[in-house]
């Protein structure tokens, strides 16, 4: 099967990438010469787990190409992927359609006979049928499908998610697409992995309600936390106890300082603002929207109140800048919220990010970079762990001590515990438990399973 992918962000490069595993001949194709030219000499642009070596075997045997020249790329493509970016317009809060609005007349203007055009991009819902009757206003001597194929790939997890998923969707309305699609993902199913047909605007709803309800989940965990905190509960144990039963689940209810990325924040708005379009408002979606904005606005208060409700000329070392770990993206990250606030009231911020640093630089200039996790600390009176790499799960917490001016630790991820922290000497605070008090020592407890 011949594939051409068009965009090689995340999703992109992802996808592109494991159909070529698959032992389909795969050209990546982009705009940006830049980022074709590093791929075309062996380099990646992103950080994604496992990705490069991925890259480099696929290219080594022939499967994987990548290029800027659109025409000739799609000439002879079974599918053409489309999986460019879908951004919040800053002045309406809907997804951005330009780009793949202009990819789709880019195709449309170059093929011949009948083309099966495949969208990966989070998009909205209606927008396969606007891109179908788009393409062939284009082109009428050509004829076109549109098929939505959402991607449920998380930053960081990417290709397991892409070999392993939970399911694959996919929207269409003709029997051919639907047999292109199963011969497609026959990799999947042979191992069981269900693929689900359904409409183009059901595939294309399913993903931004699966988005949303995450989001939902993760906002309601962080209300509940802010609750269990001033009432004596522990949010760990509460997210275990509802977890265990099987109706909830135990995943996306770690308590945070908010959700944050490329997606639940861009994909809740452009859900909230479909729905008006339709008259048929999502006030839920609305709700956590609001929740998390304030949560990641109220997260630097909460740094300056732990540090005594001062931070004018206090050095703050901050542990994990991107939005979450294994990644090298900042987009939309919690950092971005808390660094200038805390710069703004006076303090002086270190920071550290095993892979974040290079895009941070551009996006927090004033902060100072730290080569290492304990460089970072250095002189400091607090430090935040902001983002739970797995690096900062084992600090050798004699080495911080030496290393800090005060031993206080704002844990913004929970990954350590209230009593351990507090029986090593250290002032600790974190989301959603009690504060380690005589008085509160029997909920400070960690729950046990028996
Ligand atoms: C998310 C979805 O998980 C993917 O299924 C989806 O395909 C992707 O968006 C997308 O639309 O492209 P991603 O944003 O990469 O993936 O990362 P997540 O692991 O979902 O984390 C998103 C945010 O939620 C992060 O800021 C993370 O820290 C936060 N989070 C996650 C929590 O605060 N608590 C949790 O329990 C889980």
Known sequence: MNITVIGTGYVGLVSGTCFAEFGYRVTCVDVDIAKIETLQTGGVPIYEPGLDLMIKRNTQEGRLHFSADLVSSIAHSDLIFLAVGTPTDPQTGKANLTYIKQAAVDIAQNVKGHQYVVIKSTVPVGTAKTIEVLMA??????????ISNPEFLREGAAIEDFMRPDRVVVGCHTTKAKTIMGKLYRPLTLLNIPVFYTSNPSAELIKYAANAFLATKIAFINEIGDLSEVCGADIQDIAQGIGMDHRIGPKFLQTSPGYGGSCFPKDTLALRE????FNSPVTIVDAVIKANDRRKAHMADRIIQACGGDVKGKRIAILGLTFKPNTDDMRDSVSLDVIPTLEKAGAKIHAYDPKGMEEAQKLLPHVSYASSVYECMDG?????ILTEWNIFRGLDWNVVKQKLKASLIIDLRN????QEMADMGFAYHSLGRPGVRPDLQM???????V
């Open 137 to 146: 206003q284009t082109n009428p001597h050509a004829t076109f499908e549109v």
């Open 274 to 277: 479909t729905a008006e379009d």
């Open 380 to 384: 400091a009176d607090a430090l935040v």
């Open 415 to 418: 990954i350590y515990h209230p």
């Open 443 to 449: 909920v400070a407890t960690k729950g046990v399973v």
